[in-house]
């Protein structure tokens, strides 16, 4: 399908840092070919399935917003600040 040069290839290695020999970019060369077919087979086989969009519905109930008393549910807050929740500290600043 795709072939890529050797400048590119030079370009790539150059760009991930990595340092390649002269006789080994050419095998990379037929690596990279070989992942971007790869990459090909799996697009065309992917435009193939059907995606299902309603896979997260609930089809048990309607999902509403219903409006609740907010100050029924922060008395059963064990900490509070006004309106907000107090938890304890998860991720600590360096």
Known sequence: MATISRQEISRIAW???IALKEN???YMGGQLDE???YAHRVC???SDV????HKN???FRE???VQKDAEAIMSEAPKKIQN???VPIVIEKE
């Open 15 to 17: 760009l991930s840092r």
């Open 24 to 26: 080994e970019i050419d």
């Open 35 to 37: 992942v971007i077919n």
């Open 44 to 46: 065309d086989t992917a």
């Open 50 to 53: 059907t995606v299902v969009m």
């Open 57 to 59: 519905v609930n089809v």
């Open 63 to 65: 999902d509403l917003a």
């Open 84 to 86: 907000y929740f107090v």
